[in-house]
């Protein structure tokens, strides 16, 4: 993950940016986003999920993640931990 400004985000704040993401995209309230459940039970297609990433790349100030990354932290609360370490080593 490259970045392209130094601001830091921590794992809650990516998870309550991802959070409101999902509820404004389904049209639910943010209280029934369980951060704890697989993406793929959110029912989104993968252009969706890949409109997500990009922005949440612009989010992070990132390059563009790899759509492999929903695959390897498959929940809200993983993939929000993981950004946020990857964030800090950098």
């Known amino acids: 993950m490259e970045l392209k400004s130094n601001t830091y985000f921590n794992s809650e704040e990516i ?6 993401y999902i509820a404004t995209l389904l ?7 369980d951060p ?6 959110f ?3 993968s252009m ?3 409109g997500m990433l990009g ?4 989010f992070l ?3 563009d993640l790899e759509a492999s990354v929903l695959y390897k932290y498959t929940t809200i ?3 929000s931990q993981y950004l946020a370490a990857e964030r800090r080593r950098q």
């Open 15 to 20: 998870q309550v940016w991802l959070i409101n």
């Open 27 to 33: 049209k639910i309230d943010q209280a029934e986003v």
């Open 36 to 41: 704890q459940k697989p993406f793929r039970e």
């Open 43 to 45: 029912g989104m297609d």
């Open 48 to 50: 969706t999920a890949l």
């Open 55 to 58: 922005d949440l790349s612009d």
């Open 61 to 63: 100030g990132c390059e």
């Open 77 to 79: 609360e993983k993939l």
